[in-house]
C-alpha cells in the first residue's frame, strides 16, 4: 500500500540552526500539507500546497518557515532559525484530489527537538 | 471558521464493552467529517469520514461514526472495544471552502482488560 515517507524521524538541532524536513507524498497525490503536533496534543496546521504554490498557511507558518517541492517527488519543509517552541512532531500528508471529500493520508512524523 | 471539540481528554472502558468518542463541530454549511487514530510514537491513521448520504458510517477496524446534523455532532462508536484499540483519536472537519483540515484536541482511549 502506497505510503506518505518522512525523513529524519527524529532530529535534534541548537536554537537558531537552520532545519529542513523532507517528505514523500504518495505519487499520484497532487495536495501537500505539514501539520505539527507539541507533546502528542492537538494536530496544528501549518500550510498546504498545491500546483508548486501555497494554498492555504496558518498564523504558525511565519516567515521563519518555508515549503518546496524541489522534484517530483519530494516535499520539504524548511525552518530557518529554530527556536525552542519549534520542538514538535511535524507530519507531512497528502491528498489525492481537489475535492473536500478526500482524506489526508499522514506520513509517521519527523519529531524535532531544539536546544 | 470551522472548529472541533472533543469534550472528553480521556475515555476509559473495559474490553468487550461499547465505547464512544464524543466529537462536536462548528462550520459554515455542510461539514464534511473525519476521524483519525494515533497509536504511540506514529503517525495519524484514517478511520472514517462522512460526506454525504447515510447518517451511520463505518469504518476501519470495526469503528463506525453517526453523523448528527441537529446536535452538531460526530461521534465515534464500536460496539465490542478491544485492549488494541487504545490510541489517540482525533475528530477533524473540512468546510466546503477551505483546502485545510481543522482537527480536534484528541480523547485519549484506554481500553482495559
Known amino acids: 500500500e502506497p505510503e506518505v515517507t518522512q525523513t529524519p524521524s527524529h532530529q535534534v538541532t541548537q536554537m537558531g540552526q537552520e532545519v529542513i524536513l523532507r517528505c514523500v507524498p504518495i505519487s499520484n497525490h497532487l495536495y501537500f500539507y505539514w501539520y505539527r503536533q507539541i507533546l502528542g496534543q492537538k494536530v496544528e496546521f501549518l500550510v498546504s500546497f498545491y500546483n508548486n504554490e501555497i494554498s492555504e498557511k496558518s498564523e504558525i507558518f511565519d516567515d521563519q518557515f518555508s515549503v518546496e517541492r524541489p522534484d517530483g517527488s519530494n516535499f520539504t519543509l524548511k525552518i530557518r532559525s529554530t527556536k525552542l517552541e519549534d520542538s514538535a512532531m511535524y507530519f507531512c500528508?497528502?491528498?489525492?484530489?481537489?475535492?473536500?471529500?478526500?482524506?489526508?493520508?499522514f506520513g509517521e512524523g519527523s519529531r524535532l527537538t531544539v536546544l | 471558521a470551522q472548529s472541533v471539540a472533543q469534550p472528553e481528554d480521556q475515555v476509559n472502558v473495559a474490553e468487550g464493552n461499547p465505547l464512544t468518542v464524543k466529537c462536536t463541530y462548528s462550520?459554515?454549511?455542510?461539514?464534511?467529517l473525519f476521524w483519525y487514530v494515533q497509536y504511540p510514537n506514529r503517525g495519524l491513521q484514517f478511520l472514517l469520514k462522512?460526506?454525504?448520504?447515510?447518517?451511520l458510517v463505518k469504518g476501519s477496524y470495526g469503528f463506525e461514526a453517526e453523523f448528527n446534523k441537529s446536535q452538531t455532532s460526530f461521534h465515534l462508536k464500536k460496539p465490542s472495544a478491544l485492549v488494541s484499540d487504545s490510541a489517540l483519536y482525533f475528530c477533524a472537519v473540512r468546510d466546503r471552502d477551505g483546502q485545510n483540515f481543522v482537527f480536534g484536541p484528541g480523547t485519549r482511549l484506554s481500553v482495559l482488560p
Open positions: 462522512y460526506i454525504t448520504g447515510d447518517n
Open positions: 462550520v459554515s454549511g455542510n461539514p464534511y
Open positions: 500528508a497528502s491528498k489525492k484530489t481537489g475535492g473536500n471529500t478526500g482524506e489526508l493520508f
